[in-house]
């Protein structure tokens, strides 16, 4: 759903993070080069960024209004 606004292994804020890397990827740009430059350096971190899937825009859509 939601990127978490922590890493769930070390603890390092990371969701302020999520838009730079979305956009820089959806610009063709190499996953690693962006987050290197973003400072994700340990595996937990840039594991929870690869791994992660944004479903909000999915789910939004069955909201009861």
Do not use: Q
């Not at 190499?30 to 944004?54: I, T, W």
């Amino acid at each position: 759903m939601i990127i978490p606004i922590r890493c769930l292994s070390c603890g390092k804020p990371v969701a302020h993070l999520w838009e730079d890397y979305k956009t820089r990827t959806a610009n063709g740009e190499d996953p690693k080069k962006a987050m290197d430059e973003l400072g994700l350096e340990r595996y937990c971190c840039r594991a929870l960024f690869l791994g992660h899937v944004d479903l909000l825009d999915t789910i939004a859509r069955f909201k009861k209004a």
